[in-house]
């Protein structure tokens, strides 16, 4: 009778690990056996010590998130964003009159984080470069997010506007590129946002941002579709919050209770990491190249617009040329 009672241990144990994975917007993903021994030798060399020192080494992270200026659901005040350089070229849009969110600091809601000691971790763009940027050969003014609300962030009482408008251009352009993604996901093909570019004449025209398309949720999953127009992933990287549950993972999942928590996560429809790169760097920004289908008008300016889907897209930066 002892090995039932060693079972029901074990299996209680397994089910109780799953609690860690029931995150919104953090994802999981399989890692090397070398990888779970380096994991396991940091974290003392066992299992139980690996699921419970994932937090611990945290704490002074945490302790400098709570510097940040960025309040999740609220976003951060004008002078966290750091200053436009003075040599930018008019190509680069100035966006600083339109951002609400800081790249470093969780800006988003937190209310789905659980268990609660993740909250405290930064769910954030911190390891993305600062500053005139290039990606895929365009430059990029990168200093900021423009935040756009979106259904399901609404329901978390999040405090976003639908849309932000009159984004100043004041030229003639053959196109505009944008680096982009959103939080949250929609069927493949979903309408979620709009770029609405507004002409000297009076005129207007609107690009419709797709789900799928042009980008994708921030977070990568393990079963996505992806079928990129005029669109490339910019950027990949990191935060606060991917780095321990990628590194939990590494010690404290085998086979079977990898599949239990795989089965839970896609019930709860959390993001699942494939892959060595995805599980290093689960975030990424999209690149799209927008047409102007009258590159002889003036554009005036430019909205930026949320369809209220689940989805809320964000904007990070804007070229034109």
Same mark, same amino acid.
């Given at each position: 009778?002892?090995?039932?009672?060693?079972?029901?241990?074990?299996?209680?144990?397994?089910?109780?690990?799953?609690?860690?994975?029931?995150?919104?917007?953090?994802?999981?993903?399989?890692?090397? @056996?070398?990888? =779970? *021994?380096?994991?396991?030798?940091? &974290?003392?060399?066992?299992? !139980?010590?690996? $699921?419970?020192?994932?937090?611990?080494?945290?704490?002074?992270?945490?302790?400098?998130?709570?510097?940040?200026?960025?309040?999740?659901?609220?976003?951060?005040?004008?002078?966290?964003?750091?200053?436009?350089?003075?040599?930018?070229?008019?190509?680069?849009?100035?966006?600083?009159?339109?951002?609400?969110?800081?790249?470093?600091?969780?800006?988003?809601?937190?209310?789905?984080?659980?268990?609660?000691?993740?909250?405290?971790?930064?769910?954030?763009?911190?390891?993305?470069?600062?500053?005139?940027?290039?990606?895929?050969?365009?430059?990029?003014?990168?200093?900021?997010?423009?935040?756009?609300?979106?259904?399901?962030?609404?329901?978390?009482?999040?405090?976003?506007?639908?849309?932000?408008?009159?984004?100043?251009?004041? @030229?003639?352009? =053959? *196109?505009?590129?944008?680096?982009? &993604?959103?939080?949250?996901? !929609?069927?493949? $093909?979903?309408?979620?946002?709009?770029?609405?570019?507004?002409?000297?004449?009076?005129?207007?025209?609107?690009?419709?941002?797709?789900?799928?398309?042009?980008?994708?949720?921030?977070?990568?999953?393990?079963?996505?579709?992806?079928?990129?127009?005029?669109?490339?992933?910019?950027?990949?990287?990191?935060?606060?919050?991917?780095?321990?549950?990628?590194?939990?993972?590494?010690?404290?999942?085998?086979?079977?209770?990898?599949?239990?928590?795989?089965?839970?996560?896609?019930?709860?429809?959390?993001?699942?990491?494939?892959?060595?790169?995805?599980?290093?760097?689960?975030?990424?920004?999209?690149?799209?190249?927008?047409?102007?289908?009258?590159?002889?008008?003036?554009?005036?300016?430019?909205?930026?617009?949320?369809?209220?889907?689940?989805?809320?897209?964000?904007?990070?930066?804007?070229?034109?040329?």
């Amino acid at each position: 009778m002892e090995w039932i009672g060693c079972f029901i241990l074990f299996w209680a144990a397994a089910v109780s690990s799953v609690s860690v994975f029931n995150i919104a917007h953090a994802n999981i993903g399989g890692q090397s @056996q070398d990888d =779970e *021994q380096e994991y396991l030798q940091a &974290a003392g060399g066992d299992e !139980a010590n690996a $699921g419970k020192s994932v937090y611990g080494e945290q704490k002074q992270s945490a302790r400098e998130n709570k510097k940040m200026k960025n309040i999740p659901g609220k976003g951060i005040s004008r002078d966290g964003i750091p200053k436009r350089d003075e040599n930018a070229p008019n190509a680069l849009i100035d966006l600083t009159d339109y951002y609400n969110a800081g790249l470093i600091g969780t800006w988003q809601t937190v209310e789905s984080v659980s268990p609660a000691e993740l909250k405290t971790l930064t769910n954030d763009l911190c390891e993305l470069p600062q500053g005139i940027q290039t990606f895929d050969g365009v430059h990029f003014d990168i200093r900021g997010v423009v935040q756009l609300q979106g259904g399901a962030m609404k329901k978390e009482g999040a405090e976003y506007p639908a849309s932000v408008k009159d984004i100043p251009i004041g @030229q003639s352009i =053959e *196109q505009f590129h944008t680096l982009h &993604a959103t939080s949250w996901q !929609a069927p493949h $093909g979903t309408h979620i946002g709009t770029y609405v570019m507004h002409y000297e004449n009076g005129d207007s025209h609107e690009l419709n941002i797709i789900y799928g398309k042009h980008l994708l949720d921030w977070w990568r999953y393990k079963q996505e579709i992806f079928e990129p127009e005029n669109t490339v992933v910019a950027w990949t990287g990191s935060n606060e919050l991917a780095k321990p549950i990628v590194r939990y993972q590494r010690g404290n999942m085998k086979a079977k209770i990898r599949s239990i928590v795989e089965s839970v996560a896609a019930m709860n429809a959390t993001p699942i990491l494939d892959g060595r790169d995805a599980a290093q760097n689960p975030i990424r920004l999209f690149k799209t190249s927008w047409n102007n289908p009258h590159p002889e008008r003036k554009v005036n300016s430019i909205d930026y617009v949320s369809e209220m889907t689940d989805c809320a897209p964000f904007l990070v930066a804007l070229t034109v040329e």
